[in-house]
């Protein structure tokens, strides 16, 4: 682990079962940056974020997180795609205040409240997630996972449905967020999206650039 790094894989193996899915994964990701995981379908990217949000193990390896085993509540995970069933009943208020109360988030109102505003939310907060545009789709995800202020954000897929132009909206947020102290990790099926951040590791090779 290079001594800037915040998020570290090192030589992580993954499988499910017989199935391998990452042989020797390994990448630093420094305090503040933008990471990707780039690479086409079913390759493991959404793996690679519940390995660092302490939801899953790697089969060999080490990840650290802050220098430190990932641990659930320190990490903020946003919907993982095509396993939100809580978008379909939940409104993007509910939806917060739900994670806050999962996260035993003090004043948990008050800090949904801030959420809403900081993002623009509050016009739909009453409308189901899976009812409004996908630009508030994506607020809503950094939103849920920003409740209880983690350090580290998880975002999936965050161009999913966008347009270029809202691309460029969701990326100042997430670059404002690495200027403000976090560090994000995200994954991608887009090269366009990957090379705009500091970080790529590319699955399924596992190849890692840097800009
Ligand atoms: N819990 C699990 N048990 C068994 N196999 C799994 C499990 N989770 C994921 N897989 C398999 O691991 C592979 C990688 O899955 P993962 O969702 O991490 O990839 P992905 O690159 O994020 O895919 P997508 O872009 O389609 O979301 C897939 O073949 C998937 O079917």
Redesign the pocket.
């Known amino acids: 682990m290079d001594a800037l790094s915040y998020v570290s894989f090192q030589h992580v193996e993954l499988s499910?079962?017989r199935?391998q899915?990452y042989r020797d994964l390994h990448f630093d990701l420094e305090d503040g940056q933008i990471g990707a995981v780039y690479?086409?379908?079913?390759?493991?990217?959404?793996?690679?974020l519940l390995l660092a949000s302490g939801n899953l193990l790697p089969s060999k390896g080490e990840v650290q997180v802050g220098g430190k085993k990932p641990d659930k509540k320190r990490v903020g995970l946003g919907p993982i795609?095509?396993l939100s069933p809580l978008f379909d009943t939940l409104t993007v208020e509910e939806h917060l205040l739900f994670q806050a109360r999962l996260h035993h988030v003090r004043k948990a109102k008050e800090r949904v409240s801030e959420l809403l505003n900081t993002y623009d939310l509050e016009e739909v907060r009453k409308y189901r997630v899976k009812d409004i545009p996908h630009l508030e789709q994506f607020r809503t995800g950094l939103a849920t996972a920003l409740v209880h202020q983690p350090k580290l954000v998880l975002i999936?897929?965050p161009e999913r449905g966008l347009t270029n132009e809202e691309w460029e909206i969701a990326y100042r947020d997430m670059r404002d967020l690495t200027e403000a102290g976090s560090t994000v990790l995200l994954?991608t099926?887009l090269l366009q999206v990957a090379e705009r951040c500091d970080l790529v590791a590319q699955?399924p090779e596992g190849e890692v650039w840097t800009r």
């Not at 690479?39 to 690679?48: D, N």
């Open positions: 499910y079962g199935h899915i690479g086409p379908s079913r390759t493991g990217k959404s793996s690679v795609q095509d999936d897929e994954t099926v699955l």
